[in-house]
């Protein structure tokens, strides 16, 4: 018997013992994992496949998960938990699955070599520099998702993500570290990788901070990304609106006219790009903030009202032996993809170019003030004067929202909750200390 048909026969045989909303979620896959490190070089890999049945009524519901297949007969226990309401099937518009599905996982060899590469590209430039640890993980998977209402939907997925770690060859120097996620491995480009821990160790090694200045801020993708995860509680759920309203000023809006952010579960190219969610429901572009303006959060289908009753499924698993909840897949700062970095880097006057950030930071979204550790160049009429390290880029949030006055087009997305993703931006309205 196929997962499908099983899946189906276990549906059947819950909705006969009176249990009228059923849903059972199939997952198979496997993945490599490759390892530079204190241990030396490591490859292993796996196999797994998983199942969740959610089924309920009106009056209570039973969440059981397991290991290969579910089996027919159970056993099912009794349900004992919150009423549950599945979500009704609706058309799945079309979609394309990404030529890259049918490639095969990438082997040891090759991974190893990508790893060797980042460290000869950093080794390279700065002679005794080290790789401390180095992570490659790939896999690909099968979903299939089957309910009571309808929904019968399956759909495959890859992702591959990289964590490297490395530190510069002065004494006591700091280990600077980056974290990735594509498609597949073979679309880390180990050059671009190294010339960004270069960057940064050197920055780390030579930069200072001023003690106290402000002008024009000149913020790479890194620090957006950073912002929109400090947002998310604004992004995502019904409390969503109370915190936009707080932010917003006079004109009601809560940013800069070029401040539009999205969510869009079928990015093309993106690492969780699908054409359902994790109820089964259809994804497509949503828009959370346009020109400034909050427009609505992410919610989930019974959430939605009125006409956000065609709200695109936003329901995220993070296995199969978790339940759904509302979250992104892949979040961003809109681009402008006509504005090129160089051109809003020559626009600056007298400001700062902060590639990176040193650190998680602190963001207060109830007493709008933000602190995050950050580094890059000082910029006198366009050009780098001086290296930045160890500084603290200050304000409120709303000042960095509402002080957006250049977007550039090269988006880049980091691992989160979700894909994030940010282009460079050019912000006012801030402040560099040395201390927080």
């Known amino acids: 018997m196929t997962g499908e048909s099983l899946a189906r026969s276990v549906v059947d045989a819950l909705v006969g013992r009176g249990l009228r909303e059923v849903e059972v979620y199939l997952k198979s896959g496997r993945s490599r994992r490759f390892e530079i490190g204190p ?50 099937a609706v058309p799945v518009p079309p ?30 430039e700065l002679a005794g520099a080290r790789l401390l640890r180095g992570f490659l993980d790939e896999g690909s998977s099968e979903t299939s998702i089957l309910s009571s209402r309808g929904i019968e939907e399956t759909y495959r997925s890859r ?44 920055l780390q090694w030579k930069g200072e901070s001023p003690e106290r200045d402000r002008g024009e801020f000149l913020l790479g993708p890194a620090l957006g990304v950073r912002l929109l995860v400090a947002l998310l509680p604004l992004t995502v759920g019904g409390g969503s609106g109370e915190m936009a309203r707080a932010l917003r000023d006079r004109q009601g809006r809560v940013g800069s006219e070029l401040l539009t ?33 909050f427009h609505r959060p992410l919610a989930s289908w019974n959430e939605a009202t009125g006409s956000d009753l065609e709200a695109p499924g936003c329901a995220r698993r993070a296995s199969w032996r978790d339940l759904p909840r509302v979250g992104p897949s892949h979040l961003f700062l809109a681009p402008a993809s006509e504005v090129r970095v160089a051109s809003l880097l020559t626009a600056v006057a007298r400001g700062y ?84």
């Open 39 to 88: 241990q030396g070089r490591v490859a292993t890999s796996s196999q797994e496949e998983g199942w969740a049945v959610r089924a309920g009524s009106d009056r209570a519901s039973l969440f059981v998960t397991g290991t290969g297949r579910p089996d027919l007969d159970g056993p099912w226990p009794e349900p004992d938990g919150q009423p549950l309401r599945l979500p009704p």
């Open 261 to 293: 952010v999205k969510d869009d579960g079928r990015y093309r190219g993106g690492v969780l790009e699908a054409p359902v969610d994790g109820e089964g429901r259809p994804t497509r572009e949503s828009v959370v903030i346009r020109d400034g303006r």
């Open 353 to 436: 170019y902060l590639i990176d950030t040193q650190g998680s930071g602190h963001f207060d979204l109830e007493q709008d003030r933000f602190r995050l550790p950050v580094c890059g160049f000082a910029l006198r009429q366009g050009r780098a004067v001086a290296p930045v390290a160890r500084a603290w880029l200050t304000g409120s949030i709303s000042s960095w929202l509402r002080g957006i006055q250049g977007v550039a087009r090269d988006l880049e997305f980091e691992p989160w909750s979700g894909m994030i993703g940010s282009p460079t931006t050019l912000v006012t309205g801030l402040e560099l200390r040395r201390n927080p």
């Open 95 to 124: 979609w394309r699955p990404p030529a890259d599905l049918e490639a095969p996982l990438s082997g040891e060899l090759e991974a190893i070599r990508l790893l060797e590469a980042i460290e000869m590209g950093v080794s390279g």
């Open 159 to 202: 992702a591959a993500s990289l964590f490297v770690e490395m530190a510069g060859p002065w004494p006591g120097a700091e280990t600077v570290g980056i974290s990735m996620a594509r498609r597949e491995l073979r679309s880390f480009h180990a050059p671009t990788i190294a010339r960004r821990l270069v960057d940064r160790l050197l």
